[in-house]
């Protein structure tokens, strides 16, 4: 079957921003418009209370700290070189959002015990304190049990936001993140569609009945709307079309437990697709190597040559035998096998089966035979693309009905490698 969770990520992170920034425009546009606030909060301006202050700098310091990484990365990570420095940062960080938690929870506190400011909070107010505290208490968590988020955010969700700026939304390294971090992303994107259902964006709404310099910025900010919204469609309707229906996983790029490179393997050092797949000819699925196939190569290669080069300088140098160098991702393998330092199996440690992710997901009410077809003489390439020059194996062709029933129409018509066949376009063919 298909993967629902690629779906989602797609929903959430391709779908969502954009459907968030056209809410917003669209809400703070049409109340602009109108000249009057939507009736969603009580008219009168809130007191000003302490816990406020509390929160309005709280969130001032947080919103400007992640604009500033988002412009300068590279000097953020810089500075977190520095252990002195990462923990100043980090730490300053976790005190201003503790601040803003205290003061929503105090703000909450006081609207339950007290009637006057109880008169001052309406339904929004009261949804908004609810995001709020849920989007301040997964950064504290992500700060207290993620920790170093600081560069988290460098190197990961400032990619990730660039490109959701450039329309081209890249989630290979959202997918990869601990559903906290996936949480907080999308706590903020629903904040950004409700904000403009409560008092925060009053100062962008001139009311009915203002005239001369009021009426004419009234007039800009209308402009400044439609255009946000005019680039936030652009952005939207693409993705919108771009988001497969249930079942096409075309574009499918998982995170493996090893980074195993196809690239490598099968592009530079030429490894038969078969070595590793060997029950793709004889049987209904293709099979994944075993960690002892692994191993035949591997108890003798445990780090790419150029680390092993390294070393073997270092050590003439120094004047000393050479080290064995582990590479991280082999000794994943090794930890899995349950091996020692000499590569040897260890009674005293656990063997793991390694969980490899599916690509190539076909629903459960077909059946697709690798034998029949590598029998024919189908170049592997023909259905799962260039795996011989991916990184990491990604799902090229949209393996739907119709492009295997092309297929197979042109098979019959033109054959396979200059090979007549005969392949059936019945539909028991691939459907129980």
């Known amino acids: ?118 008169r001052d909070v309406g ?38 936001l660039r490109s959701l700026v450039r329309l081209e939304p890249d989630l290979s390294a959202i997918r990869a993140l601990p559903h906290p971090v996936k949480l907080h992303l999308v706590t903020s994107c ?10 925060v964006v009053n100062p962008l709404i001139v009311r009915r009945g203002e005239e001369g310099q009021e009426r004419g910025y009234s007039r800009v900010t209308t402009m400044v709307l439609l255009v946000g919204l005019a680039f936030s469609l652009l952005a939207l309707v693409p993705r919108l079309r771009g988001t497969p229906l249930p079942g096409n996983q075309q574009g499918y790029e998982p995170v493996q437990p090893i980074a195993f490179s196809h690239r490598l393997h099968a592009g530079e050092l030429q490894v038969s697709c078969l070595y590793c797949h060997a029950d793709a000819e ?33 050590a003439k140098e120094e004047n000393r035998p050479p080290r064995t160098i582990i590479s991280p991702e082999l000794a994943k393998l090794y930890e899995a096998l349950g091996l020692d330092d000499k590569l040897q199996r260890d009674a005293a440690k656990p063997t793991t089966p390694i969980r490899w992710v599916k690509v190539h997901n076909l629903p459960s009410f077909t059946r697709f035979d690798h034998g ?36 197979h129409r042109d098979a019959k018509e033109n054959g396979v490698a200059g090979r007549k066949v005969q392949p059936s376009n019945d539909c028991t063919t691939c459907h129980h």
């Open 1 to 118: 079957m298909g993967s629902p969770l690629l779906d989602l990520d797609r929903l959430l992170f391709a779908v969502l921003p954009y459907v968030a920034m056209v809410a917003f425009f669209v809400v703070v546009a049409v109340r602009c418009i109108r000249g009057s606030p939507l009736a969603t909060s009580p008219q009168p301006p809130p007191r000003r209370y302490g816990e406020r202050l509390l929160v309005g700098y709280g969130i001032l310091v947080i919103l400007v700290g992640h604009v500033l990484a988002f412009l300068i990365p590279e000097q953020v990570l810089l500075w977190n070189n520095d252990a002195l420095r990462r923990y100043v940062l980090e730490g300053s960080a976790l005190v201003f959002a503790l601040m803003t938690l205290v003061g929503l929870l105090l703000t909450v506190l006081r609207c339950l015990v007290s009637a006057e400011a109880r």
């Open 372 to 407: 029949a077809h590598v029998y024919a003489g189908v170049d592997c390439r023909h259905c799962h693309g260039p795996v011989d020059s991916m990184e990491r194996v990604r799902q090229v062709e949209d393996l739907s009905m119709g492009w295997c029933v092309h297929c």
């Open 282 to 314: 004889k049987g209904r699925h293709a099979g994944i190597a075993s960690g002892s196939v692994c191993m035949n190569c591997h108890r003798f290669v445990t780090a790419p040559l150029r680390d092993g080069r390294a070393e073997l300088e270092l």
């Open 190 to 199: 629903v904040l950004v569609m409700f904000v403009p259902f409560t008092r």
């Open 123 to 160: 339904t929004s107010d009261w949804l908004l304190y609810a995001l709020l505290l849920l989007q301040v208490a997964s950064g504290i968590f992500l700060a207290l049990f993620y920790p170093w988020g600081s560069s988290w955010y460098a190197t990961l969700g400032v990619p990730y």
